[in-house]
């Protein structure tokens, strides 16, 4: 039996003093570069590490909460093992990564030690007061004298004085301190919910043959972060290139604070499968968008909720432990009351980011930002200049009076499939002046861009109904009601312009109503739609009159309605 255990003794005892010998080291680290994707972000932490002979524990701690396990890689150079890569959270970090909240711990205590040292002051003048007033009766056995019953009254009198005058004292002084102990409490729950995004710590271990130092290298994916492009466009005139100022807008909610990073934007998205594409058939339709259908096992792998929940759920527990530690003490629990008692079960409220649904290339591009980046973590928008193109382009006007008696201005882009845009809002500048928010929407077929730069007041158009070749006729059963338009557009500008111009005739969904043309002048119907499109070129401060005329044949006990109507708010009185 001796033996045996002996032997066990011998098998146990290197593993004993390789546990014993493993050299354990936490690090600190800034993130450095930051690959943002449009819905999440790849963080990237390089730190120089002393390795010691044998087995190493590297800590990475203050990682965000939101990490993808599954995405953590190390890399570094010269040679070293890799052993494993885990992560664990740390709750009970916060102060290393924040000083201030050890500071407004102290002084915490010292405010709760003077709050308690005025409890213990006003126990012991409650308690003389109480003496006092027990030993007040002047009655007795013995005699006194006016002067011995007038010396009792002054010092009765006086010290009872002098101690309501120190309680008062001391009430007020405990209000002051109750307040800043409140305050303190709060301050301090906040701090450390703040610090519990980062809570988290990536465990590498790794073998080396001699001491050695490597450059370490740490790459994870992080959600609660991304990118939308905005744009501002602007012209100086119609006969000038326009100018397209592509913008995004970056926000952080990892728990990490940005500073000075390398920052990369990127449109590829980084959880796609593994698994190799199957191509199905490409159909193309006429008047549709492309149908290109991909095979279920290369659709993007959704984003765990299950990992968020779980993260939320150890820091909610995290939160409540710095609640109740600080706010609900249960020592003081009597004495410092809150108005914000209610606020242990909400929980932390964490910011989020609307989100939206784009469609944008399959040809994923990337946009290397030249200057570092700065970016807290409160969910915010900051901009980000990517570029800043000159672009020629021609201007034409666009203009349905029957909806809008407006003149809108198009600047059409050919080529602008190079300039790798992806939708998203447009600032419009023209002339100087403010125009409007227009969307650029990449989702287009057409090798031209237009770009909306809102109205043109120097182009006036303006349609009337021309009431004396408009009648309304009964012939038997039936009624027919006749319509002519006339559609004045004017130029006004100093440079020669083209204009387009929409109209309709309406079309008829009852055999017994019958729609006729009387006349579309200079344009051309598409007998599909019933649209008119007139073409149009002025020259400086010429203008033009456009013909629209149809009739409308229905049973005369029918209701027809050849206008359209919109829907507005005005007051109700």
């Known amino acids: 039996m001796k033996k045996q255990i002996l032997n066990l003794l011998l098998v146990l005892t290197p593993m004993f003093n390789f546990a014993q010998n493993i050299h354990e080291q936490v690090l600190k680290t800034e993130i450095k570069r930051v690959k943002l994707f449009l819905t999440a972000g790849e963080m990237t932490h390089e730190t120089p590490v002393k390795l010691v002979k044998g087995r190493n524990k590297i800590i990475f701690s203050g990682i965000s909460a939101f990490a993808d396990p599954r995405t953590i890689q190390f890399t570094g150079s010269g040679n070293f093992r890799l052993v494993s890569i885990s992560t664990e959270m740390d709750f009970l970090a916060a102060e290393q990564w924040n000083p201030r909240i050890k500071t407004l711990a102290d002084s915490l205590e010292q405010l709760k030690d003077r709050y308690q040292l005025n409890v213990d002051l006003l126990s012991s003048y409650q308690a003389e007061l109480g003496i006092l007033n027990t030993n007040k009766d002047l009655k007795g056995q013995n005699t006194l004298t006016i002067d011995q019953i007038k010396a009792a009254g002054e010092y009765y009198r006086t010290r009872t004085f002098e101690i309501n005058k120190t309680i008062t004292k001391i009430k007020k002084e405990q209000e002051v301190l109750s307040i800043k102990i409140n305050e303190a409490r709060f301050q301090l729950t906040e701090l450390n919910y703040t610090e519990n995004q980062r809570s988290n710590q990536v465990i590498v271990l790794i073998d080396v043959d001699n001491n050695t130092d490597i450059s370490g290298v740490l790459k994870y994916l992080v959600s609660d972060c991304g990118w939308a492009a905005t744009y501002d466009l602007s012209a100086s005139d119609l006969n000038q290139p326009i100018n397209l100022k592509y913008k995004a807008q970056v926000y952080n909610n990892t728990g990490n604070d940005w500073k000075n990073v390398g920052l990369t934007l990127s449109t590829s998205d980084p959880l796609l499968?593994?698994?190799?594409?199957?191509?199905?058939?490409?159909?193309?339709?006429?008047?549709?968008?492309?149908?290109?259908?991909?095979?279920?096992?290369?659709?993007?792998?959704?984003?765990?909720?299950?990992?968020?929940?779980?993260?939320?759920?150890?820091?909610?527990?995290?939160?409540?432990?710095?609640?109740?530690?600080?706010?609900?003490?249960?020592?003081?629990?009597?004495?410092?009351?809150?108005?914000?008692?209610?606020?242990?079960?909400?929980?932390?409220?964490?910011?989020?980011?609307?989100?939206?649904?784009?469609?944008?290339?399959?040809?994923?591009?990337?946009?290397?930002?030249?200057?570092?980046?700065?970016?807290?973590?409160?969910?915010?928008?900051?901009?980000?200049?990517?570029?800043?193109?000159?672009?020629?382009?021609?201007?034409?006007?666009?203009?349905?009076?029957?909806?809008?008696?407006?003149?809108?201005?198009?600047?059409?882009?050919?080529?602008?499939?190079?300039?790798?845009?992806?939708?998203?809002?447009?600032?419009?500048?023209?002339?100087?002046?403010?125009?409007?928010?227009?969307?650029?929407?990449?989702?287009?077929?057409?090798?031209?861009?237009?770009?909306?730069?809102?109205?043109?007041?120097?182009?006036?158009?303006?349609?009337?109904?021309?009431?004396?070749?408009?009648?309304?006729?009964?012939?038997?059963?039936?009624?027919?009601?006749?319509?002519?338009?006339?559609?004045?557009?004017?130029?006004?500008?100093?440079?020669?312009?083209?204009?387009?111009?929409?109209?309709?005739?309406?079309?008829?969904?009852?055999?017994?109503?019958?729609?006729?043309?009387?006349?579309?002048?200079?344009?051309?119907?598409?007998?599909?739609?019933?649209?008119?499109?007139?073409?149009?070129?002025?020259?400086?401060?010429?203008?033009?009159?456009?013909?629209?005329?149809?009739?409308?044949?229905?049973?005369?006990?029918?209701?027809?309605?050849?206008?359209?109507?919109?829907?507005?708010?005005?007051?109700?009185?």
């Open 273 to 573: 499968s593994a698994a190799s594409p199957i191509l199905n058939p490409f159909y193309l339709r006429a008047g549709e968008q492309a149908d290109y259908t991909k095979k279920s096992n290369f659709q993007p792998i959704q984003q765990k909720t299950e990992l968020r929940n779980d993260v939320m759920n150890e820091i909610n527990m995290a939160n409540q432990r710095a609640y109740d530690n600080y706010v609900l003490d249960q020592k003081a629990s009597d004495v410092f009351s809150s108005d914000r008692a209610g606020f242990k079960n909400e929980g932390k409220k964490v910011s989020t980011v609307a989100m939206k649904q784009i469609e944008i290339s399959d040809l994923n591009v990337e946009f290397l930002i030249p200057h570092p980046f700065s970016c807290p973590t409160d969910a915010k928008p900051y901009i980000v200049e990517i570029k800043e193109i000159n672009m020629p382009a021609t201007f034409t006007h666009v203009s349905i009076p029957k909806l809008d008696q407006g003149s809108f201005l198009l600047a059409n882009i050919v080529g602008w499939q190079d300039l790798d845009l992806i939708p998203g809002p447009t600032n419009v500048y023209f002339a100087g002046n403010y125009v409007g928010v227009s969307e650029i929407n990449t989702n287009n077929v057409d090798d031209t861009l237009s770009l909306s730069f809102g109205r043109d007041s120097k182009i006036q158009v303006l349609r009337k109904l021309k009431s004396e070749m408009s009648t309304k006729k009964i012939s038997g059963s039936t009624k027919k009601d006749t319509y002519f338009y006339d559609i004045q557009v004017r130029n006004n500008r100093t440079v020669p312009v083209k204009i387009n111009v929409f109209d309709q005739i309406p079309l008829s969904t009852s055999s017994e109503i019958t729609v006729t043309v009387e006349t579309v002048g200079t344009g051309k119907k598409n007998d599909l739609t019933g649209e008119v499109s007139y073409m149009v070129t002025l020259q400086p401060g010429e203008s033009v009159n456009l013909e629209l005329g149809y009739s409308v044949k229905y049973p005369k006990n029918a209701k027809i309605s050849t206008r359209t109507y919109r829907t507005i708010s005005c007051p109700s009185f």
